[in-house]
Nanobody
Framework: QVQVVESGGGSVESGGSLRLSCATS????????MSWFRQPPGKEREGIAA???????TYADSVKGRFTISQDNTKNIAYLEMNSLKPDDTAMYYC?????????????????????WGQGTQVTVSS
């Protein structure tokens, strides 16, 4: 069974940086799409970044230019480097994965695009 575990969340001041990690295990697929979502308090979960089977990436407009998704294919780990953090970035951050070869859709990921979810890691940005 595929497991997804996030780490790296925490509290940071506005303008600061954090790097989130997403470790996966139990894979039987040779390729997949990995993504990050976030859910601010009292709001809906939104997709913010995805990295596809060919290594290409997409981002939501809200994080474009500040966040960078990357992955270590040999270890099935994805990262989300977050810079210039703002209080509006405060949320629970989730890693989610879609199995199988996935081509770049040219848009931010959506909840229905993914199957396997982690439990989330909290990011709090103070002003």
């Amino acid at each position: 069974q595929v497991q997804v575990v996030e780490s790296g969340g925490g509290s940071v001041e506005s303008g600061g940086s954090l790097r989130l990690s997403c470790a996966t295990s139990g894979w039987i697929y040779s390729s997949h799409m990995m993504s990050w979502f976030r859910q601010p308090p009292g709001k809906e979960r939104e997709g913010i970044a995805a990295i596809f089977s060919d290594g290409s990436t997409t981002y939501a407009d809200s994080v474009k230019g500040r966040f960078t998704i990357s992955q270590d294919n040999t270890k099935n780990i994805a990262y989300l480097e977050m810079n210039s953090l703002k209080p509006d970035d405060t949320a629970m951050y989730y890693c989610a994965v879609r199995a199988g070869y996935t081509s770049n859709w040219g848009r931010a990921p959506r909840i229905n695009d993914v199957v396997f979810w982690g439990q989330g890691t909290q990011v709090t940005v103070s002003s």
